[in-house]
């Protein structure tokens, strides 16, 4: 997992991984890896992770649309949670989603990628504790967090592809929601380079 943090914060490293493989081929990898570009309110699957705040009371972007969306039900749920740290994550009910579940995990302010690699992390360990075989994310910090995008995505595909490595009968599929065109570029552009497809 060294090799890993420095290639997922290295220009030079990742253009090296492009070049020669550092990331072998793994077709049962692969085929669990999915993009969805739109609403991640939308999907019905076992889980979608909201990227929430430190008081789970709500916010905007997509947080504001998955309360909206799952209702009244979730945000009091939410209040009894006593919030949650960054970097950690706390799971609720779905209620009007067409998601069984919610993972909420709360994003760094800023370049921190410590604790956006520690949101994928606990989003997944979350999902295993409660049977969770199909997870969705949206692209965590990148909006009001102000996360750049690119080094993001750097961050986000090395700790999935560790986690879907340590934990192979766990998961089904893995879902990247995206929502903006920069983001719908960079997954396009790096996802060959974590998930090589031969
Ligand atoms: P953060 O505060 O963690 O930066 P934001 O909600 O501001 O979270 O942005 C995170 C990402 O979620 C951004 O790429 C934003 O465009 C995207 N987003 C906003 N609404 C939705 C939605 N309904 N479904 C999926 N992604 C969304």
Redesign the pocket.
Known sequence: SYVLKQVALNDAAVAKVLEGSIYKVDSDLNKKISLFI????TLEIDAVVN?A?NSLRG?????G?IHKAAGGMLYQECQSLNGCDTGDAKITGGYYLPARYIIHTV?PTGEKPAMLESCYRRALQTAIENNIRTVAF??????????PNESAVKVVLPIIRTMLEANRDKFDRIIF?L??SV?INLYHKLLPVFFPLQ
């Open positions: 739109g609403d991640i309110t990227a705040n916010g905007g972007g997509v947080d649309a994003g949206p692209c965590i910090s990148t909006g009001v967090y102000g996360y929601c929502f903006l983001d």
